[in-house]
């Protein structure tokens, strides 16, 4: 069973910058795909970004340019840097793992992570 642990949400003014972290359990974590969904209230959950064991990135239309995913293989973790941060952008930030880019956020085979609560003051 993997598990990931999210670090970095808190609190920040408009126009500010968050980075934030994903460890995974499990040395395998590199084949997965993995990706940044948030939720703010009152709202379904959506995706952010994702990002292929090979490396190919998707992102949503409303972070890109402001964010970029990134991930390091050999230390089970992936990262979400975002910049330019808009108080939209507030919303607790799930880390997710899935075998494929393509499935990664349905209801079958998807690992979570816990949240972690980011704050963008105006």
């Known amino acids: 069973q993997l598990q990931l642990v999210e670090f970095g949400g808190g609190l920040v003014r408009a126009g500010g910058s968050l980075r934030l972290s994903c460890a995974a359990s499990?040395?395998?974590?590199?084949?997965?795909?993995m990706g940044w969904f948030r939720q703010a209230p009152g709202k379904q959950r959506e995706l952010v970004a994702a990002?292929?064991?090979?490396?190919?990135?998707k992102y949503a239309d409303s972070v890109m340019g402001r964010f970029t995913i990134s991930r390091d293989n050999a230390k089970n973790t992936v990262y979400l840097q975002m910049n330019s941060l808009k108080p939209e952008d507030t919303a607790v930030y799930y880390c997710?793992?899935?075998?494929?880019?393509?499935?990664?956020?349905?209801?079958?085979?998807?690992?979570w992570g816990q949240g972690t609560q980011v704050t963008v003051s105006s």
């Open positions: 990002i292929t064991s090979g490396g190919s990135r």
């Open positions: 499990e040395g395998t974590s590199s084949t997965y795909a």
């Open positions: 997710a793992a899935d075998r494929t880019i393509a499935t990664i956020g349905t209801p079958d085979g998807t690992f």
